[in-house]
């Protein structure tokens, strides 16, 4: 009997090994993929694990079924899902948290001067474009595409992350609220750019439709309402993401400055900031 968790499932490379139908199975579904040994793993580990699938595709049982999933989640986190290929290793999934770290501690934590507002919102475009680059399929967006793309995300979100800013240093807001608005405006610009990416490279399917299936997948027409409607649901998940990785963060440091031990130690301070973005990013 194959347990709900999927520890004794039986390996297939057809299937997931958890039921993505239940939030648990989705979950570690995606732990999995973004485990950050993975990041640091080798081209020694990734040829091992493609030997192993070899052998079982060629009917082979020198491995046991938990070797085997492991082995595919390994190449599914660092290898392009289509080609096959090796990903630059700061594209893959398993970089997801190493990577985005960095620059949400940079969103999050640093001064908001004008250099440091485009800095770390220019970084973080950059490598947004550069994971979708790596990770487009054969039939996505051309490089043209994602280049412009590219170039509009990184000016919507440094030109609100500095107007933003500067707009709160000039107002007469109370010095709390100005505060809690300030650690707003990341998460703004990040999610605003957000939208209008994904409304720039998506913006036909509001006019032209997309295409309608039937219950057994045969194409049976066009749909503008849907097609407006699957815009809209996007962009809400457009904005609903930065949530837990760059807002919340950002609110539970303003929490903890009225504790002294975490103002007035700098290395205490330092490490619960580091910790409580890893942990966010981590969690969402």
């Known amino acids: 009997m194959v347990a709900s968790d999927g520890s004794s499932k039986p390996f297939t490379l057809d299937e997931p090994r958890y039921d993505l139908t239940k939030f648990t199975g989705r979950l570690r579904h995606f732990l999995g993929l ?12 990734h040829q091992d694990a493609k030997d192993k699938l070899a052998n079982f595709k060629a009917g082979g049982k020198k491995f046991t079924d938990d070797e085997l999933w492991k082995a595919r989640t390994l190449l ?20 997801f948290v190493p990577m985005n770290v960095p620059t949400a501690c940079g969103m999050i934590l640093a001064k908001p001067t004008i250099f440091n507002n485009v800095l770390w919102q220019w970084l973080n475009q950059s490598f947004n474009a550069g994971f979708n680059y790596a990770n487009r399929s054969g039939s996505s967006s051309s490089t ?3 280049a412009k793309a590219y170039l509009a995300a990184t000016g919507v979100s440094c030109g609100l992350a500095v107007g933003l800013s500067e707009a709160l240093k000039r107002s007469t807001l109370k010095p709390a609220v100005r505060t809690i608005a300030q650690v707003c405006v990341p998460f703004t610009a990040v999610a ?8 720039l490279m998506r913006r036909k399917e509001a006019v032209d439709g997309v295409k309608v299936l039937d219950a057994n997948g045969n194409e049976v027409g066009t749909s503008v309402a849907a097609g407006k409607k699957a815009l809209f649901q996007t962009g809400i998940t457009r904005v609903m993401l930065p949530i837990p990785s760059i807002l919340l963060p950002g609110l539970v440091m303003q929490a903890l ?18 910790a409580v973005v890893t942990a966010c990013i981590w969690g969402a």
């Open 192 to 199: 605003s750019a957000g939208v209008f990416n994904m409304f």
């Open 34 to 45: 973004v485990n950050p040994t993975y990041f640091v793993s080798t081209s020694k580990q």
């Open 144 to 146: 043209n595409e994602l």
């Open 257 to 274: 400055k009225k504790y002294p031990s975490f103002q007035n130690n700098k290395v205490i301070r330092t490490a619960t900031e580091v």
């Open 76 to 95: 599914d986190a660092t290898h392009h899902p289509v080609t096959g290929e090796a990903l630059p290793f700061m594209f893959t999934m398993a970089a």
